[in-house]
């Protein structure tokens, strides 16, 4: 754990402690595990964009693709009877193919990962408008998928199952990124994508493989989120949870210029967001602020990180100045020294 990781976590229990101490029924049994849940809920998504973050890029699509993904996959189950075996495979390829996509104009065409998955952004929603003639798509009575819907929104000892994915999933991302070669082509790409093509990294591939991991995820968040809310509103599903992702990612210590971020720095930030979440709805403020907090926590996060790059640049200039400080002053003690004749040994008979 990194001095971010740690100062984050000391702010989450501090919110957590005064949040507890302001209205009691935040540590309630009942509220810390629908706080657990949502957790899950956020967190899955988050280490998709974070991860995406990491490579330099950013993913502004994933709202709109819960909401093609999600209508996709109500009317598998209902419209057209699929098993929901095979109704969940067609959602996560097609999360894995619209990351593909995006990943591969971002790659090959070179276009920038903001205007991509901003275009995402516009065509997924309208996509899903379209396709359901912006109607609502539910379950209605049916249990066309009763199973997975016990396993997506049920538990085990009282522990929300999304919760339990999520620790899966960061201990698998945690191994890839912080244990492997790939993880640390990720930060190279990051930091500097240039030289690591020059040192014989891929990086269209490590960049698009990022891409696909977040939308891989993004169709396992589809189908919580489908469970969640039992309907799927093309209009408003899915709406500005980008901003959630980023946040999370932001707070997490994941820096927008790319080559920065922990996973585990990615889940201590959306658990601080939706402890905020919680706070807001604590204190009475307005339901209508929760995308003000939002805003300004991702401003803060950035105003953190610029100067926390600084402070950095200035250490690491006043280190080069300290390694050269020497070689200069012996430089000097040369330079001081006589030259020609006084510079001759004096000899013993010259002493005499």
């Not at 990612?249 to 959306?270: D, M």
């Not at 967001?273 to 709805?281: A, D, F, I, T």
């Not at 250490?315 to 400080?325: D, N, Q």
Request: net charge positive; with cysteine.
């Amino acid at each position: 754990m990194n001095k971010k990781e740690l100062g984050l976590g000391l702010l989450l229990l501090v919110i957590a402690a005064v949040t507890g101490a302001i209205n009691p029924a935040f540590l309630s049994l009942v509220n810390l595990l629908n706080m657990a849940n949502l957790i899950g809920l956020f967190g899955v998504f988050a280490l998709g964009e974070g991860l995406v973050i990491i490579t330099g890029g950013i993913d502004l699509s994933l709202g709109s693709m819960f909401a093609l993904l999600g209508v996709i996959f109500i009317d598998l189950l209902t419209t057209y009877q699929v098993p929901w075996p095979l109704a969940l495979l067609a959602v996560l390829l097609g999360g894995l193919v619209l990351g593909a996509i995006q990943g591969f104009l971002v790659t090959r065409l070179k276009m920038q990962p903001f205007i991509v998955t901003l275009c995402g952004l516009l065509i997924y929603r309208g996509a899903a408008r379209y396709y359901t003639s912006d109607s609502t798509r539910g379950f209605g009575y049916g249990d066309e998928a009763a199973t997975l819907s016990s396993i997506a929104s049920g538990n085990v000892a009282g522990i929300p199952n999304t919760f339990i994915l999520l620790i899966i999933l960061a201990l698998v991302l945690g191994v890839v990124l912080h244990r492997s070669v790939y993880g640390r082509w990720l930060y190279a790409v990051g930091k500097n994508e240039e030289a690591a093509r020059f040192s014989g990294i891929n990086t269209n591939l490590v960049i698009a493989t990022a891409y696909i991991i977040s939308g891989l995820l993004a169709g396992v968040s589809t189908v919580l989120f489908v469970f969640y809310t039992n309907s799927v509103s093309p209009s408003s599903f899915g709406n500005f949870y980008e901003l959630y992702a980023i946040a999370a990612a932001v707070l997490g210590g994941c820096s927008l210029r790319g080559g920065e971020g922990s996973i585990l720095g990615i889940v201590l930030g959306t658990a601080l967001l939706q402890v905020l979440q919680n706070l807001v709805n604590i204190l009475g403020i307005p339901n209508s602020l929760n995308f003000a907090v939002m805003g300004t926590v991702i401003l803060i996060g950035v105003l953190a990180d610029h100067q926390l790059q600084a402070r950095r640049r200035r250490k690491m200039a006043l280190a080069g100045l300290a390694r050269t400080a020497p070689r200069s002053t012996l430089e000097g003690q040369q330079s001081a020294a006589p030259h020609g004749v006084g510079a001759l040994p004096v000899r013993t008979g010259d002493q005499a």
